[in-house]
């Protein structure tokens, strides 16, 4: 599956929204090194590269972990 594979729904961030692959990965490239490092984004991005490379449910796995990347989820 392409990267430029879009997401079943968009995901929402602050200036527009990230509707491909692709999109998301650039996301995450973007942000500082420590945040990339971070177990929440290093998931995330294991879920993309499984999309692009599998395809199949790991598209709506993508996009969940990249959620629950952006929210914070299991921060404590």
């Given at each position: ?9 968009p ?6 929204s ?6 998301a990965a650039?996301?995450?490239?973007k ?5 990339q490092q971070?177990?929440r984004?290093?998931?995330a991005?294991?879920h993309?590269?499984?999309a ?5 449910g ?19």
């Amino acid at each position: 599956m392409p990267w430029s594979t879009p997401f079943d729904d968009p995901i929402s961030i602050r200036r527009g929204s990230l509707v491909t692959l692709q999109q998301a990965a650039d996301y995450i490239m973007k942000l500082p090194e420590d945040a990339q490092q971070e177990p929440r984004w290093q998931i995330a991005v294991e879920h993309l590269i499984h999309a692009a490379e599998q395809g199949g449910g790991w598209l709506m796995f993508a996009r969940i972990a990249m959620l629950r990347a952006l929210n914070g989820d299991g921060e404590g």
